[in-house]
């Protein structure tokens, strides 16, 4: 078997993957029905399909197929669209509550510009195409065309593209996770440790494309090429992370949440009766437990809510309820019936989802060095 064929081989693992995680994301909108949000699922499967199809113009080109050539407009629109749709699903997820408009430029741009090099591609026979394309030393005997500029600086265009993206990926992350502490109490969930390496799939996913039809123009020897591996993963550790839920979707603030209201709910709760609605209903142990959930019983709303918190205890409303948690597991220890209990079911019992989320919860609390007063 020849080299490029080898190499074609090799690159059908990602179209694999990249097949599989779509089908996984499609039966996971079809499991959640209309019980809560799921657009974000959807988005997240059409990026998979995205990443097929760039992987699938990789292979036609190590293939050395003239269909690559013509195409190429559309592998330039795929990559950039791969971007565009990663950061709209990471755009859905990290929302604070407010629920803005995604901007349909993100979309209208990625058209705009290969559509503009598909126009220009017309203007130019398959040779001088395949020429620029599959380019190689002789390409530089001459003087270059602005064409063949423009084609040779896409790779690098591909690659700013994706860290532009991931600039504003990253902005919007460190956004969210502020909110999502004083909106829930799940610390699996609120952690979002897993969206760092989202971020470097977001770059990986963009550049690698490129990089392998670089590899192969170049003459880069397959064994080479395995810094690629990882992206296969990623693409299924997206996709699981998605599936089991973990994440958390920050409801919309409601309408009534005005100035006026909050002064009116300013009035209903201080933090005596906080805190004995808290001893005394438990409501953190409940692992899954969200700040909305407390809005009934407290007659007040959200934004007043959190506010109190972190006026009165100087913390966030997630590190609020997991000190509670902590000190319910020490009251637990005392009981003489629990004697028998692993630690792990204790740390259930008082509303942790896990060991890691307690130690977790632990370390947070002793670098505070202080439990707030009353609690």
């Given at each position: 078997?020849?080299?490029?064929?080898?190499?074609?081989?090799?690159?059908?693992?990602?179209?694999?993957?990249?097949?599989?995680?779509?089908?996984?994301?499609?039966?996971?909108?079809?499991?959640?029905?209309?019980?809560?949000?799921?657009?974000?699922?959807?988005?997240?499967?059409?990026?998979?399909?995205?990443?097929?199809?760039?992987?699938?113009?990789?292979?036609?080109?190590?293939?050395?197929?003239?269909?690559?050539?013509?195409?190429?407009?559309?592998?330039?629109?795929?990559?950039?669209?791969?971007?565009?749709?990663?950061?709209?699903?990471?755009?859905i997820v990290t929302?604070v509550g407010r629920?803005?408009?995604?901007?349909?430029?993100?979309?209208?741009?990625?058209?705009?510009?290969?559509?503009?090099?598909?126009?220009?591609?017309?203007?130019?026979?398959?040779?001088?195409?395949?020429?620029?394309?599959?380019?190689?030393?002789?390409?530089?005997?001459?003087?270059?065309?602005?064409?063949?500029?423009?084609?040779?600086?896409?790779?690098?265009?591909?690659?700013?593209?994706?860290?532009?993206?991931?600039?504003?990926?990253?902005?919007?992350?460190?956004?969210?996770?502020?909110?999502?502490?004083d909106y829930s109490?799940?610390?699996?969930?609120?952690?979002?440790?897993?969206?760092?390496?989202?971020?470097?799939?977001?770059?990986?996913?963009?550049?690698?494309?490129?990089?392998?039809?670089?590899?192969?123009?170049?003459?880069?020897?397959?064994?080479?090429?395995?810094?690629?591996?990882?992206?296969?993963?990623?693409?299924?550790?997206?996709?699981?992370?998605?599936?089991?839920?973990?994440?958390?979707?920050?409801?919309?603030?409601?309408?009534?949440?005005?100035?006026?209201?909050?002064?009116?709910?300013?009035?209903?709760?201080?933090?005596?009766?906080?805190?004995?609605?808290?001893?005394?209903?438990?409501?953190?142990?409940?692992?899954?437990?969200?700040?909305?959930?407390?809005?009934?019983?407290?007659?007040?709303?959200?934004?007043?809510?959190?506010?109190?918190?972190?006026?009165?205890?100087?913390?966030?409303?997630?590190?609020?309820?997991?000190?509670?948690?902590?000190?319910?597991?020490?009251?637990?220890?005392?009981?003489?019936?629990?004697?028998?209990?692993?630690?792990?079911?204790?740390?259930?019992?008082?509303?942790?989802?896990?060991?890691?989320?307690?130690?977790?919860?632990?370390?947070?609390?002793?670098?505070?060095?202080?439990?707030?007063?009353?609690?």
């Open positions: 078997m020849d080299n490029e064929f080898l190499s074609a081989l090799f690159y059908t693992v990602f179209i694999t993957t990249s097949l599989m995680s779509a089908f996984v994301c499609f039966r996971h909108y079809r499991a959640v029905g209309s019980r809560r949000p799921r657009r974000h699922i959807l988005i997240l499967m059409l990026t998979y399909i995205a990443t097929l199809f760039c992987w699938l113009e990789v292979i036609f080109i190590m293939m050395n197929l003239p269909l690559a050539v013509y195409i190429n407009p559309f592998f330039a629109w795929v990559c950039m669209m791969n971007v565009v749709l990663l950061y709209h699903f990471f755009y929302d629920h803005t408009r995604f901007s349909p430029f993100h979309y209208v741009a990625p058209l705009v510009l290969a559509g503009g090099l598909a126009v220009w591609s017309t203007t130019k026979s398959y040779a001088e195409l395949a020429e620029v394309f599959f380019f190689d030393g002789h390409i530089f005997e001459s003087s270059l065309s602005p064409f063949t500029i423009v084609y040779m600086l896409s790779p690098l265009s591909y690659t700013l593209y994706g860290i532009f993206y991931g600039v504003l990926t990253y902005i919007r992350l460190l956004r969210y996770r502020r909110a999502v502490m109490a799940d610390a699996r969930c609120t952690s979002m440790e897993w969206i760092n390496y989202f971020l470097i799939f977001l770059l990986a996913s963009t550049i690698a494309p490129v990089l392998s039809v670089l590899a192969v123009n170049l003459g880069i020897p397959m064994w080479m090429q395995v810094f690629l591996i990882p992206i296969p993963i990623g693409l299924m550790f997206l996709a699981y992370n998605v599936v089991i839920d973990n994440y958390v979707i920050i409801a919309p603030l409601q309408a009534q949440e005005t100035d006026e209201e909050m002064q009116k709910t300013s009035r209903l709760i201080i933090r005596s009766r906080f805190e004995q609605y808290m001893e005394k209903q438990k409501p953190y142990l409940n692992p899954n437990l969200c700040i909305t959930d407390l809005l009934p019983d407290l007659c007040t709303n959200r934004t007043y809510l959190s506010n109190f918190i972190n006026r009165e205890y100087h913390m966030s409303f997630n590190a609020l309820i997991n000190n509670y948690r902590l000190r319910e597991i020490d009251r637990l220890r005392l009981e003489p019936h629990r004697k028998q209990q692993s630690s792990l079911e204790l740390i259930k019992k008082a509303g942790f989802s896990s060991y890691r989320n307690y130690i977790t919860a632990g370390k947070q609390q002793y670098r505070r060095k202080l439990i707030p007063q009353g609690i």
